[in-house]
């Protein structure tokens, strides 16, 4: 694999969990595979007081607590840290922007790097554009003496207006192929594999449309609750955490049409065009089509579970949705007509993320009589955990007559001897070293994908009468999330069985 440039890597935010549970380890295993540069730095640039020295141990101790790959060791780690470096100041401050560059300045001429930099803000939201326009005004943008990139973590805006809004302040200061909006749920295997799914085979493509596919339904679905992260989730919930990038992604890449190359921007221009497909959801249809939860106290496994209301920094008489299921269509040839199915949320019986394929049952059910039922045929594709495909058809069992079974053929990364399923932010990280943008956001695709959101937040915020629907933690969501699906016969596919019911509710 290709060996990127030297450069100086800038994280701001450098001391919150980011960085410490993603980013470090990350980069900790790329250099163990021999994937950094030859000469290559890190400055975590930070607000709290803190010396080389212990955020140097700071960073040890995440790798050898975070980092996925056990098996990589930490005979190197080091070396690693040898090259990391600290440096204390006020995001808000113009004039320490100023003393910043001076740091990267005097390191690069020191360690003869040259004039690369990647800058990652590991912040929240409301200071990307602060720290974009400070760092334009301090020179910190111009590539005259080697590239600039900029990192910027999701949430891209809250809302149309402010994405619009932070995508004109980014281009007023960077050019947009320096931007690289990072969507961790790309940097998985799995949804890369998508793409080799579909054009690499030729059984699948021609199945790949409305004349044999019947609906699609993509799951995103967490065990765990907001954690200590209730202030954050007041501010953002399941819509904007995770429907309007993560599943709209993997919608682009589930529907989108086989692009002219490989080319970063022949595959973000087909995925812009399946957005652009969504058939708009009108502000009176939202009641009907988008349902929202928010789970509440339940006992799972014998421990009882405490409601969202009471989750730490959360408003008692909170509205925001920590479960969304939606339903809506792609106005295109190819998927006219067919029905898309996408759900997320927090306190679900498991953690998996799933594309599963429902294709169309046969036209004359000839073993209905003697078998009852046919199941249609399903194509899963695993994104987590167990990252593999799955393909569920039809078998007659041995014996006299024609008992009919459904079977699975199914292939999981594990199964591969000797390779390794890199972490999504390993991938990402590499990738903006080599300025390979594929697997990032395009501006454009952000705001069309708020644009199709906008309807539903508009919707929930104008008219109070639509429902927040409690649903106990550690079940699959609401029970009206399944009326989206009114095809008689066809349901949700649950991942895993739901525990007994008299196990899932606890007074608290």
């Not at 400055?43 to 010396?51: A, D, M, N």
């Not at 040259?114 to 326009?133: C, D, K, Q, R, W």
């Not at 209730?230 to 399941?238: D, L, M, P, Q, R």
């Not at 390993?426 to 952000?446: A, I, K, P, Q």
């Amino acid at each position: 694999m290709e060996k990127p440039d030297n450069l100086i890597l800038v994280i701001f935010g450098a001391t919150g969990d980011l960085t410490s549970r993603k980013l470090v380890p990350a980069l900790y295993s790329l250099s163990n595979q021999n994937l950094m540069p030859e000469k290559c730095t890190l400055i975590g640039v930070g607000r709290s007081e803190k010396t080389v020295e212990e955020f140097r141990k700071d960073m040890e101790n995440a790798v050898k607590t975070f980092l996925e790959d056990k098996e990589v060791g930490f005979s190197h780690i080091s070396d690693f840290a040898g090259c990391i470096e600290y440096h204390r100041m006020d995001f808000l401050s113009q004039e320490d922007y100023g003393k910043l560059r001076q740091v990267i300045e005097k390191i690069s001429i020191e360690r003869n790097i040259g004039g690369n930099i990647i800058f990652y803000m590991a912040t929240p939201p409301s200071l990307y554009e602060v720290i974009s326009a400070n760092l334009s005004k301090a020179g910190m943008g111009n590539e005259s003496d080697g590239y600039k990139r900029f990192i910027i973590e999701k949430p891209f805006g809250y809302d149309l207006e402010s994405s619009q809004r932070l995508n004109k302040t980014l281009h007023e200061l960077v050019k947009e192929d320096q931007i690289y909006r990072i969507d961790h749920y790309l940097g998985k295997e799995t949804v890369q594999n998508l793409m080799v799914t579909r054009f690499a085979n030729g059984i699948f493509e021609p199945l790949w449309n409305r004349n044999y596919i019947q609906w699609i339904e993509i799951t995103s679905a967490e065990s765990i609750g907001v954690e200590e992260r209730g202030g954050y989730y007041e501010t953002s919930g399941a819509l904007r955490d995770m429907v309007q990038n993560h599943l709209l992604q993997m919608v682009g890449l589930t529907a989108m049409e086989p692009p002219s190359s490989l080319d970063a921007d022949a595959i973000r221009n087909e995925i812009l065009k399946v957005f652009q497909s969504f058939q708009p959801i009108r502000e009176e249809d939202v009641e009907n089509q988008v349902i929202r939860g928010q789970y509440t106290p339940s006992k799972i496994r014998g421990e009882c579970v405490t409601g969202y209301r009471y989750e730490k920094g959360v408003d008692v008489r909170s509205r925001t949705e920590t479960y969304v299921a939606m339903k809506f269509f792609i106005n295109n040839w190819r998927w006219g007509g067919v029905p898309f199915y996408i759900r997320t949320g927090k306190r679900l019986p498991t953690r998996v993320t799933e594309v599963v394929i429902h294709f169309k049952e046969t036209p004359h059910h000839l073993f209905q009589r003697v078998a009852g039922k046919i199941s249609g045929n399903q194509l899963i594709i695993r994104i987590q955990p167990d990252e593999g495909i799955l393909l569920k058809f039809d078998m007659k069992e041995p014996g006299a007559g024609f008992k009919v079974k459904n079977v699975n053929m199914d292939f999981h990364y594990k199964d591969l001897a000797n390779i390794r399923v890199p972490s999504a932010y390993e991938r990402l990280l590499y990738d903006v070293m080599l300025g390979d943008s594929t697997l990032f956001s395009r501006d454009d695709e952000v705001e069309t994908a708020w644009k199709f959101i906008e309807p539903i937040q508009r919707a929930w915020k104008n008219n109070p009468s639509i429902k927040v629907y409690g649903y106990a933690a550690g079940t699959w969501g609401p029970e009206p999330s399944n009326s989206l699906i009114q095809q008689e016969g066809l349901t949700w596919r649950y991942p895993c069985k739901n525990m007994a019911d008299e196990e899932l509710y606890c007074e608290l």
